[in-house]
Protein backbone atom coordinates (compact mmCIF):
# COMPACT_ATOMS: atom_id res chain seq x y z
CA UNK A 1 0.00 0.00 0.00
CA UNK A 2 1.65 3.02 -1.08
CA UNK A 3 1.12 7.34 -0.58
CA UNK A 4 -0.96 8.06 -3.28
CA UNK A 5 -1.52 11.77 -1.89
CA UNK A 6 -1.35 14.03 1.69
CA UNK A 7 -3.78 16.66 1.65
CA UNK A 8 -4.18 19.68 4.52
CA UNK A 9 -7.40 21.62 5.67
CA UNK A 10 -6.99 24.43 8.45
CA UNK A 11 -9.72 24.65 11.25
CA UNK A 12 -11.36 27.63 11.22
CA UNK A 13 -14.67 29.51 12.38
CA UNK A 14 -14.81 28.12 15.73
CA UNK A 15 -11.08 28.33 17.04
CA UNK A 16 -11.27 28.52 21.10
CA UNK A 17 -9.72 31.02 22.74
CA UNK A 18 -5.73 30.01 23.87
CA UNK A 19 -5.30 32.57 27.03
CA UNK A 20 -2.41 34.10 25.19
CA UNK A 21 -1.58 37.39 25.98
CA UNK A 22 -2.41 38.16 22.28
CA UNK A 23 -5.59 36.05 22.04
CA UNK A 24 -6.85 34.36 18.90
CA UNK A 25 -9.92 34.46 16.87
CA UNK A 26 -12.59 32.61 16.62
CA UNK A 27 -11.45 32.50 12.32
CA UNK A 28 -7.41 31.98 13.42
CA UNK A 29 -6.42 28.64 12.25
CA UNK A 30 -4.14 26.84 14.56
CA UNK A 31 -5.28 23.34 14.16
CA UNK A 32 -4.58 21.89 10.57
CA UNK A 33 -6.46 18.23 9.55
CA UNK A 34 -3.61 16.17 7.24
CA UNK A 35 -5.58 13.53 5.13
CA UNK A 36 -3.19 11.06 3.59
CA UNK A 37 -4.73 9.14 0.91
CA UNK A 38 -3.03 5.60 -0.52
CA UNK A 39 -3.76 3.67 -3.64
CA UNK A 40 -5.75 1.09 -1.79
CA UNK A 41 -7.89 3.85 -1.51
CA UNK A 42 -8.05 3.81 2.90
CA UNK A 43 -7.19 7.38 3.98
CA UNK A 44 -5.70 8.19 7.50
CA UNK A 45 -6.45 11.50 9.30
CA UNK A 46 -4.10 13.21 11.69
CA UNK A 47 -3.87 16.36 12.97
CA UNK A 48 -1.14 19.28 13.71
CA UNK A 49 -1.06 22.47 16.09
CA UNK A 50 0.15 24.70 13.47
CA UNK A 51 -1.37 26.90 10.72
CA UNK A 52 -2.85 25.20 7.46
CA UNK A 53 -0.40 27.85 5.41
CA UNK A 54 2.80 26.63 7.10
CA UNK A 55 1.52 22.63 7.05
CA UNK A 56 1.11 22.83 3.06
CA UNK A 57 4.20 25.06 2.67
CA UNK A 58 5.67 22.24 4.74
CA UNK A 59 3.80 19.34 2.73
CA UNK A 60 5.85 20.98 -0.39
CA UNK A 61 8.76 20.53 1.01
CA UNK A 62 8.16 17.09 1.79
CA UNK A 63 6.69 15.50 -0.95
CA UNK A 64 9.84 14.20 -2.74
CA UNK A 65 10.55 12.17 0.66
CA UNK A 66 6.64 10.66 1.07
CA UNK A 67 5.06 10.17 -2.72
CA UNK A 68 4.70 6.85 -3.51
CA UNK A 69 6.15 5.43 0.68
CA UNK A 70 4.92 2.67 1.92
CA UNK A 71 1.52 3.96 3.76
CA UNK A 72 1.76 0.84 6.65
CA UNK A 73 4.63 2.09 8.55
CA UNK A 74 4.93 4.94 10.39
CA UNK A 75 7.70 4.81 12.22
CA UNK A 76 9.99 3.72 9.61
CA UNK A 77 8.23 6.92 7.18
CA UNK A 78 8.22 9.25 9.84
CA UNK A 79 11.81 9.09 11.21
CA UNK A 80 13.00 8.76 7.42
CA UNK A 81 11.11 12.57 7.23
CA UNK A 82 12.86 13.70 10.35
CA UNK A 83 16.20 12.50 9.54
CA UNK A 84 15.78 14.42 6.12
CA UNK A 85 14.68 17.37 7.08
CA UNK A 86 17.00 17.79 10.14
CA UNK A 87 18.78 21.06 8.61
CA UNK A 88 15.79 22.98 8.43
CA UNK A 89 15.77 22.73 12.01
CA UNK A 90 14.01 20.84 14.80
CA UNK A 91 10.70 21.64 15.85
CA UNK A 92 8.27 24.04 13.91
CA UNK A 93 6.28 23.55 10.90
CA UNK A 94 7.85 21.18 9.49
CA UNK A 95 7.94 18.77 12.77
CA UNK A 96 4.31 19.45 13.31
CA UNK A 97 3.43 18.30 9.93
CA UNK A 98 5.59 15.57 10.09
CA UNK A 99 3.83 14.58 13.53
CA UNK A 100 0.27 14.84 11.57
CA UNK A 101 1.65 12.94 8.79
CA UNK A 102 2.70 10.10 11.47
CA UNK A 103 -0.72 9.71 12.66
CA UNK A 104 -2.70 9.45 9.90
CA UNK A 105 -0.20 6.36 8.56
CA UNK A 106 -0.87 4.85 11.73
CA UNK A 107 -4.51 5.43 11.64
CA UNK A 108 -3.99 3.45 8.11
CA UNK A 109 -2.03 0.81 9.68
CA UNK A 110 -4.97 0.11 12.17
CA UNK A 111 -7.32 0.00 9.68
CA UNK A 112 -5.44 -2.12 6.94
CA UNK A 113 -5.11 -4.71 9.75
CA UNK A 114 -8.22 -4.37 11.58
CA UNK A 115 -6.73 -3.63 14.79
CA UNK A 116 -6.82 -0.51 17.36
CA UNK A 117 -3.65 1.58 17.28
CA UNK A 118 -3.25 1.18 21.36
CA UNK A 119 -2.26 -2.86 20.51
CA UNK A 120 -0.21 -1.80 17.53
CA UNK A 121 1.54 0.54 20.07
CA UNK A 122 2.28 -2.48 22.35
CA UNK A 123 -0.77 -3.68 23.90
CA UNK A 124 -3.46 -2.32 26.01
CA UNK A 125 -2.78 -2.30 29.46
CA UNK A 126 -6.32 -0.58 29.77
CA UNK A 127 -9.40 0.17 28.23
CA UNK A 128 -10.76 3.33 30.17
CA UNK A 129 -9.07 6.79 31.35
CA UNK A 130 -9.56 9.51 33.59
CA UNK A 131 -9.90 12.63 31.24
CA UNK A 132 -9.64 15.92 33.21
CA UNK A 133 -11.66 19.36 32.12
CA UNK A 134 -9.29 21.59 30.77
CA UNK A 135 -10.48 25.57 31.34
CA UNK A 136 -9.09 28.49 30.86
CA UNK A 137 -9.07 30.71 33.75
CA UNK A 138 -11.48 33.54 34.89
CA UNK A 139 -12.09 35.97 37.68
CA UNK A 140 -13.62 34.30 41.14
CA UNK A 141 -17.13 33.59 40.73
CA UNK A 142 -17.15 33.30 37.22
CA UNK A 143 -14.59 30.81 37.31
CA UNK A 144 -16.44 28.58 39.45
CA UNK A 145 -19.62 29.06 37.49
CA UNK A 146 -17.49 27.32 34.84
CA UNK A 147 -16.28 24.71 36.95
CA UNK A 148 -19.82 23.65 37.97
CA UNK A 149 -21.03 23.77 34.81
CA UNK A 150 -18.77 21.23 33.67
CA UNK A 151 -19.05 19.63 36.81
CA UNK A 152 -22.19 18.40 36.08
CA UNK A 153 -21.17 17.38 32.64
CA UNK A 154 -19.76 14.11 34.85
CA UNK A 155 -16.34 14.94 34.83
CA UNK A 156 -14.06 14.59 38.32
CA UNK A 157 -10.72 16.05 37.33
CA UNK A 158 -10.50 19.47 36.15
CA UNK A 159 -7.38 21.99 35.21
CA UNK A 160 -7.60 25.32 34.97
CA UNK A 161 -5.26 27.68 33.46
CA UNK A 162 -3.73 30.53 31.63
CA UNK A 163 -6.39 33.98 31.96
CA UNK A 164 -5.89 36.36 34.97
CA UNK A 165 -3.44 33.53 37.05
CA UNK A 166 0.38 35.42 38.04
CA UNK A 167 -1.26 38.56 35.57
CA UNK A 168 -1.86 40.41 38.91
CA UNK A 169 -1.01 39.82 42.39
CA UNK A 170 -0.90 36.81 44.87
CA UNK A 171 -4.54 37.83 46.05
CA UNK A 172 -6.18 37.19 43.03
CA UNK A 173 -4.08 34.06 42.68
CA UNK A 174 -5.17 32.59 45.77
CA UNK A 175 -9.04 33.85 44.97
CA UNK A 176 -9.25 31.99 41.66
CA UNK A 177 -7.69 29.27 43.12
CA UNK A 178 -10.20 28.76 46.32
CA UNK A 179 -12.90 29.63 44.61
CA UNK A 180 -12.13 26.94 42.43
CA UNK A 181 -12.02 24.30 44.58
CA UNK A 182 -15.15 25.20 46.80
CA UNK A 183 -16.96 24.62 43.63
CA UNK A 184 -15.68 21.51 42.83
CA UNK A 185 -15.39 20.35 46.20
CA UNK A 186 -12.61 18.85 48.04
CA UNK A 187 -12.46 15.11 46.13
CA UNK A 188 -12.76 15.96 43.08
CA UNK A 189 -8.73 16.65 41.15
CA UNK A 190 -7.80 20.05 40.63
CA UNK A 191 -4.48 20.91 38.36
CA UNK A 192 -2.79 24.36 37.55
CA UNK A 193 -1.31 25.45 34.24
CA UNK A 194 0.53 29.03 34.72
CA UNK A 195 0.97 29.33 31.09
CA UNK A 196 4.18 30.10 31.56
CA UNK A 197 5.10 29.80 27.47
CA UNK A 198 2.64 33.18 27.07
CA UNK A 199 5.13 36.03 25.36
CA UNK A 200 5.08 38.18 28.49
CA UNK A 201 5.42 35.50 31.50
CA UNK A 202 7.34 37.48 33.52
CA UNK A 203 8.05 35.80 36.56
CA UNK A 204 10.96 32.84 37.48
CA UNK A 205 11.57 30.30 40.19
CA UNK A 206 11.03 32.57 43.45
CA UNK A 207 7.56 33.42 42.16
CA UNK A 208 6.74 30.09 41.45
CA UNK A 209 8.18 28.88 44.54
CA UNK A 210 5.31 30.79 46.54
CA UNK A 211 2.57 29.77 44.37
CA UNK A 212 3.11 26.18 45.08
CA UNK A 213 3.25 26.61 48.33
CA UNK A 214 -0.03 28.45 48.28
CA UNK A 215 -1.24 26.23 45.91
CA UNK A 216 -0.78 22.78 48.13
CA UNK A 217 -2.90 24.39 50.90
CA UNK A 218 -5.63 24.02 48.12
CA UNK A 219 -4.47 20.41 47.43
CA UNK A 220 -3.48 20.94 43.74
CA UNK A 221 -2.45 17.68 42.02
CA UNK A 222 0.26 19.62 39.99
CA UNK A 223 1.55 22.77 38.86
CA UNK A 224 2.25 22.70 35.09
CA UNK A 225 4.24 25.28 33.29
CA UNK A 226 5.04 27.71 35.93
CA UNK A 227 8.01 28.68 34.59
CA UNK A 228 8.99 29.93 31.34
CA UNK A 229 9.47 27.08 28.77
CA UNK A 230 13.64 27.11 28.21
CA UNK A 231 14.22 27.39 32.18
CA UNK A 232 15.72 24.15 32.81
CA UNK A 233 17.99 24.80 36.05
CA UNK A 234 15.20 26.74 37.43
CA UNK A 235 12.38 24.07 36.88
CA UNK A 236 14.86 21.24 37.73
CA UNK A 237 15.62 23.64 41.41
CA UNK A 238 11.55 24.20 41.62
CA UNK A 239 10.53 20.33 40.91
CA UNK A 240 12.97 19.24 43.94
CA UNK A 241 11.34 22.19 46.06
CA UNK A 242 7.69 22.21 45.57
CA UNK A 243 5.29 20.75 47.57
CA UNK A 244 3.21 19.69 44.51
CA UNK A 245 4.06 18.00 41.35
CA UNK A 246 5.65 19.95 38.48
CA UNK A 247 4.62 19.79 35.09
CA UNK A 248 5.30 21.15 31.88
CA UNK A 249 6.95 19.95 28.22
CA UNK A 250 4.05 20.62 26.02
CA UNK A 251 6.00 23.42 23.43
CA UNK A 252 9.22 21.01 23.29
CA UNK A 253 9.57 18.90 20.34
CA UNK A 254 11.39 15.36 19.15
CA UNK A 255 12.40 13.27 21.63
CA UNK A 256 15.75 14.44 22.00
CA UNK A 257 14.78 17.69 23.34
CA UNK A 258 13.12 16.04 25.81
CA UNK A 259 15.64 14.35 26.95
CA UNK A 260 17.63 16.64 28.90
CA UNK A 261 14.94 17.34 30.97
CA UNK A 262 14.69 13.74 32.00
CA UNK A 263 18.16 13.33 32.76
CA UNK A 264 18.07 16.09 34.75
CA UNK A 265 14.30 15.31 36.73
CA UNK A 266 13.28 19.00 35.71
CA UNK A 267 9.48 17.01 35.90
CA UNK A 268 6.90 14.83 37.68
CA UNK A 269 5.24 14.58 34.75
CA UNK A 270 6.05 15.23 31.28
CA UNK A 271 3.56 16.46 28.80
CA UNK A 272 4.22 16.31 25.24
CA UNK A 273 1.78 17.34 22.74
CA UNK A 274 1.22 14.62 20.11
CA UNK A 275 0.24 17.60 17.05
CA UNK A 276 3.23 19.16 18.09
CA UNK A 277 5.81 16.50 19.00
CA UNK A 278 6.31 14.93 15.69
CA UNK A 279 3.46 12.59 16.11
CA UNK A 280 2.44 9.18 17.71
CA UNK A 281 5.76 7.68 17.09
CA UNK A 282 7.89 9.95 18.78
CA UNK A 283 5.51 10.30 21.67
CA UNK A 284 5.41 7.06 22.76
CA UNK A 285 9.40 7.27 22.43
CA UNK A 286 8.92 9.83 24.77
CA UNK A 287 7.03 8.22 27.32
CA UNK A 288 8.98 5.12 27.29
CA UNK A 289 12.28 7.08 28.21
CA UNK A 290 9.97 9.08 31.09
CA UNK A 291 9.11 5.51 32.34
CA UNK A 292 12.99 4.57 32.40
CA UNK A 293 13.34 8.05 34.76
CA UNK A 294 10.22 7.27 36.62
CA UNK A 295 8.42 10.68 35.45
CA UNK A 296 5.28 9.93 34.34
CA UNK A 297 3.91 10.78 30.94
CA UNK A 298 0.23 12.63 30.66
CA UNK A 299 -0.39 14.07 27.51
CA UNK A 300 -0.89 18.01 26.73
CA UNK A 301 -4.06 18.11 24.45
CA UNK A 302 -5.25 21.70 23.84
CA UNK A 303 -5.96 20.65 20.25
CA UNK A 304 -8.64 18.08 18.11
CA UNK A 305 -10.13 15.21 18.40
CA UNK A 306 -7.92 13.21 16.39
CA UNK A 307 -5.28 14.37 18.93
CA UNK A 308 -7.63 13.42 21.88
CA UNK A 309 -8.13 10.07 20.10
CA UNK A 310 -4.37 9.40 19.93
CA UNK A 311 -4.01 10.29 23.49
CA UNK A 312 -6.68 7.65 23.95
CA UNK A 313 -4.90 5.21 22.27
CA UNK A 314 -1.15 5.96 23.77
CA UNK A 315 -3.01 5.94 27.14
CA UNK A 316 -3.79 2.72 26.92
CA UNK A 317 -0.34 1.34 25.16
CA UNK A 318 1.73 3.04 28.53
CA UNK A 319 1.71 1.57 31.53
CA UNK A 320 1.50 4.79 33.63
CA UNK A 321 -0.69 7.25 31.50
CA UNK A 322 -3.78 7.67 33.26
CA UNK A 323 -5.08 11.18 32.04
CA UNK A 324 -5.59 12.79 29.61
CA UNK A 325 -6.87 16.51 28.67
CA UNK A 326 -10.23 17.26 27.20
CA UNK A 327 -10.77 20.79 25.95
CA UNK A 328 -14.26 21.60 27.57
CA UNK A 329 -16.55 23.69 24.66
CA UNK A 330 -14.33 23.07 21.43
CA UNK A 331 -16.16 22.28 18.80
CA UNK A 332 -13.28 20.46 16.88
CA UNK A 333 -13.20 18.15 20.12
CA UNK A 334 -17.35 17.45 20.11
CA UNK A 335 -18.87 18.74 16.78
CA UNK A 336 -16.14 16.87 14.09
CA UNK A 337 -16.66 13.25 15.64
CA UNK A 338 -19.83 11.68 14.16
CA UNK A 339 -20.13 10.07 17.59
CA UNK A 340 -19.84 12.14 20.62
CA UNK A 341 -17.48 11.07 23.38
CA UNK A 342 -19.52 10.09 26.42
CA UNK A 343 -18.10 9.75 29.98
CA UNK A 344 -18.95 6.98 31.81
CA UNK A 345 -20.97 6.82 35.39
CA UNK A 346 -17.52 7.27 36.51
CA UNK A 347 -16.21 9.99 34.68
CA UNK A 348 -14.21 7.86 32.85
CA UNK A 349 -13.59 7.70 28.96
CA UNK A 350 -13.32 4.55 26.90
CA UNK A 351 -10.43 3.82 24.72
CA UNK A 352 -11.40 2.74 21.49
CA UNK A 353 -11.08 -0.55 20.67
CA UNK A 354 -12.52 -0.52 16.75
CA UNK A 355 -9.82 -0.36 13.73
CA UNK A 356 -7.37 2.50 13.74
CA UNK A 357 -6.75 6.01 15.78
CA UNK A 358 -8.84 8.27 14.30
CA UNK A 359 -13.05 8.51 15.30
CA UNK A 360 -15.16 8.65 12.15
CA UNK A 361 -15.19 12.43 11.20
CA UNK A 362 -18.81 14.21 10.80
CA UNK A 363 -18.22 15.47 6.82
CA UNK A 364 -20.79 18.45 7.18
CA UNK A 365 -18.90 19.71 10.03
CA UNK A 366 -15.69 19.03 8.14
CA UNK A 367 -17.05 20.66 5.29
CA UNK A 368 -18.42 23.64 7.99
CA UNK A 369 -15.13 24.31 9.59
CA UNK A 370 -12.68 24.08 6.31
CA UNK A 371 -14.22 25.90 4.39
CA UNK A 372 -15.28 23.24 1.83
CA UNK A 373 -11.80 22.37 1.50
CA UNK A 374 -11.64 18.24 0.31
CA UNK A 375 -9.80 16.61 2.37
CA UNK A 376 -11.29 13.08 2.49
CA UNK A 377 -13.19 13.16 -1.02
CA UNK A 378 -11.39 10.61 -3.47
Not at 112 to 132: C, M, N
Not at 216 to 244: M, N, T
Not at 286 to 291: D, F, S, T
Request: glycine share 10%.
Amino acid sequence: MKIREIRAAGLRGATPPGGWSDEIRADDVVHTLIAVHTDDGIVGVGSAFTSDALVKASLDVLRPLYENETALEPERVSEKLHRATFWLGRGGAITHTIGGIDLALWDILGRATGQPVSRLLGGRWRDRVRPYASLLMDHPGAMGEALQHVAQQGFRSFKIGWGPFGRHDAATDEAIIKDAREAIGPDAELMVDAGGSDNNWNHGFKWARRTADMLAEYDVKWFEEPLCPDALEDFVALRAASPVLISGGEVLTRRQTFLPWLERRAFDIVQPDVTKVGGLSEQRRIGWMAEDYAVQLIPHGWNTAIGLSADLHLASALRKTDRVEYITGSPYIDEIVVEPWVLDQDGMLAIPATPGLTPALDPEALQRFTDGEPLLDL
